[in-house]
C-alpha cells in the first residue's frame, strides 16, 4: 500500500545562482527543515521523485533550501513550482488550534448563521498576519486570518466559521 503523502513547502522561487529556491513552507520553521530527512518532490502527490534536502536557510523572513544535485539555476529553474512531500507519519504535530495549509485549502467558509460565503482557495502571509482568499460566486475577498474574524475551524467539516465585517462577503468590499 503506499504512503499518504502530505505538502510541506512549495519551490517558489530560485535564489541566486547555485540552485537556491525561496520556498513557501505550509508549517516548519528553517530550523525544522534542517531536520526533514526522507523527502519527495513533485507536482502532485502522485508524481514524486526522492529528494535530499542539503542546506537550508534564513533570508530575513523567508526560507531558503538547497536540494542535493541541483547546483545552478537552470537546474533549479526546471523544479520551480514543485511540491516537497513527506509521509503522513512523519509530518509535523500541530497543537489542537493549529492546522496547515493543505488541510484549510477547499474547506467551506461560512458566517455564523449559516450561510456560504464561499471556498478557501488560497492563504498569503503578510507581515501582520494570514490572509485567507475566498472564492464567492461574486470574485475573491481577501479575509484577514486573525482572532475577531476566524470564529472556529471544523476540519473534520471542511468548514471554516468567520464573523467578517459587514460588507465584505455582500459586495461593498468586492
Given at each position: 500500500?503506499?504512503?499518504?503523502?502530505?505538502?510541506?513547502?512549495?519551490l517558489?522561487?530560485?535564489f541566486?545562482l547555485?540552485?537556491?529556491?525561496?520556498?513557501?513552507?505550509?508549517?516548519?520553521?528553517?530550523?525544522?527543515?534542517?531536520?526533514?530527512?526522507?523527502?519527495?518532490?513533485?507536482?502532485?502527490?502522485?508524481?514524486?521523485?526522492?529528494?535530499?534536502?542539503e542546506?537550508?536557510?534564513m533570508?530575513?523572513?523567508?526560507?531558503?533550501l538547497?536540494?542535493?544535485?541541483?547546483?545552478?539555476?537552470?537546474?533549479?529553474?526546471?523544479?520551480?513550482?514543485?511540491?516537497?512531500?513527506?509521509?503522513?507519519?512523519?509530518?509535523?504535530?500541530?497543537?489542537d488550534?493549529?492546522?496547515?495549509?493543505?488541510?484549510?485549502?477547499?474547506?467551506?467558509?461560512?458566517?455564523e448563521?449559516?450561510?456560504?460565503l464561499?471556498?478557501?482557495?488560497?492563504?498569503?502571509?503578510?507581515?501582520?498576519?494570514?490572509v485567507?482568499n475566498?472564492?464567492?460566486?461574486?470574485?475573491?475577498?481577501m479575509?484577514?486570518?486573525?482572532?475577531?474574524?476566524?470564529?472556529n475551524v471544523?476540519?473534520?467539516?471542511?468548514?471554516?466559521?468567520?464573523?467578517?465585517?459587514?460588507?465584505?462577503f455582500?459586495g461593498?468590499?468586492?
Amino acid at each position: 500500500m503506499k504512503k499518504q503523502l502530505r505538502a510541506i513547502a512549495k519551490l517558489r522561487k530560485v535564489f541566486g545562482l547555485n540552485g537556491e529556491f525561496k520556498i513557501d513552507s505550509y508549517s516548519r520553521t528553517a530550523e525544522e527543515f534542517e531536520l526533514v530527512e526522507d523527502v519527495v518532490m513533485g507536482m502532485t502527490e502522485h508524481s514524486t521523485i526522492p529528494c535530499k534536502i542539503e542546506s537550508v536557510k534564513m533570508r530575513g523572513e523567508e526560507i531558503c533550501l538547497k536540494l542535493i544535485g541541483v547546483d545552478d539555476k537552470t537546474a533549479a529553474d526546471m523544479l520551480r513550482g514543485q511540491f516537497l512531500f513527506v509521509e503522513e507519519s512523519k509530518r509535523k504535530k500541530l497543537s489542537d488550534k493549529q492546522f496547515f495549509i493543505d488541510e484549510l485549502i477547499g474547506c467551506s467558509v461560512v458566517d455564523e448563521r449559516g450561510k456560504v460565503l464561499g471556498m478557501l482557495s488560497s492563504i498569503e502571509t503578510s507581515p501582520a498576519h494570514k490572509v485567507y482568499n475566498v472564492r464567492t460566486s461574486a470574485g475573491y475577498v481577501m479575509l484577514p486570518a486573525v482572532p475577531e474574524f476566524i470564529v472556529n475551524v471544523e476540519i473534520e467539516k471542511k468548514k471554516i466559521v468567520v464573523r467578517p465585517p459587514e460588507g465584505m462577503f455582500t459586495g461593498e468590499m468586492l
